[in-house]
């Protein structure tokens, strides 16, 4: 199966100031597009030549999986932001996060200092698993919780390509800047989905 670079749900200034469009030129432009054309080189004549990336995710290794999972983390990333987001979340979804969190804000807190203390390059993560119940993970490199059965509903992108030209090495700043544009109705769509 040939991947392809999917669309943005917006234009490359729209998530100024927070993201810049040098910024999505470059992250979304080459960066996402990269793995996307890396993945396609390595597909053909390999187990998993006719494979989804969920099915890559889970059962390949090395540059296939680096590839796959980096294809579908930033898919996963770009769609989570919003140039209208409102900044909470309402609803039985903003429920659940006080109820598992305390608040919205302790969440945001706790969700922080874990992309903040993630060595390296990498992924937080906020996750559900088979019971319903939250939980925030970190993952290096190209990690993806869908590896150990958890299901994804919001993550930020802590490798230095995500924020270096707008932020230098200032990773708390670029951490202040992505609760301004996420788009909550996105993050509680992917809760209730099956
Ligand atoms: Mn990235």
């Not at 296939?64 to 979340?89: C, E, L, M, R």
């Not at 707008?166 to 800047?177: F, G, V």
């Amino acid at each position: 199966m040939e991947f392809k670079l999917p669309e943005l749900p917006y234009s490359l200034s729209a998530l100024e100031p927070h993201i810049s469009k040098n910024t999505l030129e470059f992250h979304y432009g080459k960066h996402h597009q990269a793995y996307v054309n890396n993945l396609n080189k390595l597909l053909p004549g390999s187990p998993f030549e006719n494979s989804s990336l969920e099915e890559i995710i889970k059962g390949s290794d090395g540059g296939i999986f680096n590839n796959g999972a980096q294809v579908w983390n930033h898919t996963f990333y770009f769609n989570t932001f919003s140039p209208d987001a409102k900044g909470t979340p309402d609803g039985d979804f903003a429920r659940l996060l006080e109820k598992e969190f305390g608040s919205f804000e302790n969440f945001k807190t706790e969700f922080t200092a874990a992309a903040a203390t993630l060595f390296g390059a990498g992924w937080a993560w906020l996750v559900s698993d088979d019971s319903g119940s939250l939980s925030i993970v970190k993952e290096s490199n190209a990690g993806n919780p869908i590896r150990a059965g958890l299901k994804p509903l919001l993550t930020c992108d802590v490798w230095e390509h995500a924020y270096y030209l707008d932020y230098q090495n200032k990773r708390p700043d670029y951490l202040n800047a992505f609760w301004n544009i996420i788009n909550w109705d996105v993050v509680a769509e992917r809760y209730d989905k099956a």
